[in-house]
């Protein structure tokens, strides 16, 4: 039964109508997701830092130890391509994959285990979640 409206649309609009401004709402009341660039800095809380924050040549320290890692905008398995050379650190010489997390990135090995996490400390800085290995972009490989 339509209670006297005979089309649809004059159903709709009396139930409209009748709501009112109570279901009314604006642009000015809605939050709209940020558009804005993630800045240069650490990566803010809870943000996966970005594969164009982090991929590239990498340096990193443990005390007086260097691993230098090479990692890949390249997909692979669970993650990106990455390549560990000259590596003193026995920790991270099998990396073969890293993928951006939250904060930061995650250094994998055989079978996608986690070698070691990082997070952002400033640009182009990393520091393991420990804060015992110290990452930055290395100028040659």
Request: hydrophobic share 45%; proline share 6%; with cysteine.
């Amino acid at each position: 039964m339509m209670s006297g409206l005979k089309h649809p649309r004059a159903l709709v609009a009396a139930i409209v109508a009748m709501a009112g401004p109570a279901v009314a709402c604006t642009a000015e009341e809605t939050p709209m997701p940020s558009r804005t660039p993630v800045a240069a800095g650490p990566v803010a809380a809870g943000q996966v830092a970005s594969v164009e924050e982090v991929y590239g040549l990498w340096s990193i320290r443990d005390g007086e130890a260097v691993c230098r890692i090479a990692l890949s905008a390249l997909k692979a398995g669970t993650g990106h391509q990455a390549t560990v050379e000259r590596c003193n650190i026995p920790s991270l010489a099998d990396g073969s994959i890293w993928r951006p997390v939250v904060g930061g990135f995650e250094l994998l090995g055989p079978g996608d285990r986690i070698l070691a996490r990082f997070r952002k400390t400033g640009i182009d800085a990393f520091e393991s979640a420990d804060g015992r290995l110290k990452g930055e972009r290395a100028a040659e490989f």
